[in-house]
């Protein structure tokens, strides 16, 4: 008797473990009589986590966790100086990670929880920190997401909540909450959400202090319901819960004012002739460096938030020469990505040294850091542009400093014309 022929009533198996359906909790039927158990069912979604889920979709494509030398070796090809800032980043990240994959069981160790290590980059803006920030996702291949603090006001009030920080990084992984709840967060303009005044106000400090508070659970671990379609959260909506406990959250600001904050401090007062006169400190990164929780205090910011970003790092303004590197060396360089455009016509773009150094000069002038560069550059370049595809016969294009100084034209190296043979 061919199986089409027994009857239904009769013993029942999983077509894919063999199993009776007296020994399952419940057995799915598919077409021509295939059945499938529970337990496989179970065993199947098992299966498909490890493929797709964090052990294999993190880190390089080994799976494995990057050492802190490896990670900065990556940085070093994408973002220029900064040396402190990318140790330290480095070894924070890979101390996050490292605790998430943890098998906790060290023997003695075994009662001692390591805890979640937020990361606060301070420093002038265009100095790299969302690109320190990306690349890291990039360099672990993580869910990364950008959130800008200056939208976020206290729930209850017109703005975004709180969770739609958790919502880009959600959309990131399409849905897929176990990706999402590895990821990194960036939360930039931190600054701009300090308190507005050191008296309390008769009025609520809605996108200050308020989003300080509402930020305190999620930074340090928490089940947050978010709406899958953003907006605001109200009782009839379905919500996505996510949890907090492993998203590194690395936040950003150029916290400006803080250094003269940091220097009152290290300004001791001194009486006397023969008192000892403290040597001034000129740089601000060696300001930044000395950053502690007091002085974040006095910028703003409630004890409760700087409990939640334990380590500081500091970022220093960008010299000519890391300018000079910005421009020519990375691998996304500005410089780089031009000449890519032009080989695109079958033209060679070429920047003399002189017309770099005027970029460099013109963009410490507007005191944006690498954005200044990229703007400048795009300037230069417009007119250029707007007129290369008319051209013909053009072999190279060579940028001087007259270009960039009084917007002249670039030099232009015609192609050498083939000579034919009369008849």
Request: hydrophobic content about 40%.
């Amino acid at each position: 008797m061919s199986k089409a022929q027994i009857p239904f009533n009769d013993e029942i198996y999983c077509s894919f473990c063999g199993r009776s359906a007296k020994e399952v909790s419940s057995l799915i039927e598919g077409p021509n009589r295939v059945y499938i158990c529970d337990i496989c069912v179970h065993n199947s979604q098992e299966i498909l986590k490890k493929k797709s889920g964090f052990e294999t979709t993190l880190f390089n494509d080994g799976g494995k966790l990057p050492k802190p030398s490896e990670m900065k070796s990556e940085l070093d090809k994408y973002v220029i100086g900064q040396e402190y800032s990318k140790k330290a980043l480095s070894v924070a990240v890979y101390n996050h990670y490292k605790r998430i994959l943890s098998d906790d069981s060290k023997g003695e160790l075994d009662d001692v929880e390591i805890e979640k290590s937020n990361i606060l980059l301070v420093g002038p803006t265009g100095t790299g920190k969302t690109l320190l920030a990306r690349t890291l996702a990039r360099i672990l291949k993580v869910p990364f997401a950008i959130a800008d603090a200056t939208t976020i006001t206290e729930a209850g009030y017109v703005g975004d909540d709180v969770e739609t920080v958790l919502l880009q990084l959600l959309q990131k992984t399409d849905y897929n909450i176990e990706k999402a709840q590895n990821g990194i967060i960036y939360i930039d303009e931190l600054d701009k959400i300090a308190r507005k005044s050191e008296s309390r106000s008769i009025t609520r400090d809605v996108s200050g202090e308020g989003v300080q508070q509402a930020l305190l659970k999620i930074l340090e671990g928490t089940v947050a319901g978010v709406p899958p379609k953003g907006g605001r959260k109200h009782p009839e909506q379905n919500l996505v819960f996510i949890n907090t406990a492993n998203i590194l959250f690395i936040c950003g600001g150029a916290f400006e004012g803080l250094e003269s904050i940091i220097a009152q401090r290290l300004r001791k007062s001194t009486i006397g002739f023969t008192a000892d006169i403290e040597e001034a400190i000129i740089s601000d990164f060696e300001l930044l460096k000395k950053v502690e929780p007091d002085d974040l205090l006095k910028y703003g910011f409630i004890p409760e938030l700087i409990g939640r970003l334990p380590v500081l790092v500091a970022l220093e303004e960008l010299d000519d020469d890391a300018m000079m590197s910005i421009l020519t060396n990375p691998k996304n360089a500005i410089i780089k990505q031009y000449q890519k455009l032009f080989a695109m016509e079958d033209i060679e773009l070429e920047f003399e040294e002189p017309a770099l150094k005027a970029i460099v000069q013109k963009a410490k002038l507007r005191k944006t850091g690498a954005r200044g560069l990229r703007s400048i550059t795009e300037e230069i370049m417009l007119p250029i542009m707007y007129d290369l595809p008319d051209k013909n016969n053009i072999l190279k294009c060579i940028i001087t400093e007259a270009v960039v100084k009084s917007g002249s034209e670039p030099e232009y190296s015609p192609k050498a014309k083939v000579k034919t043979k009369s008849a």
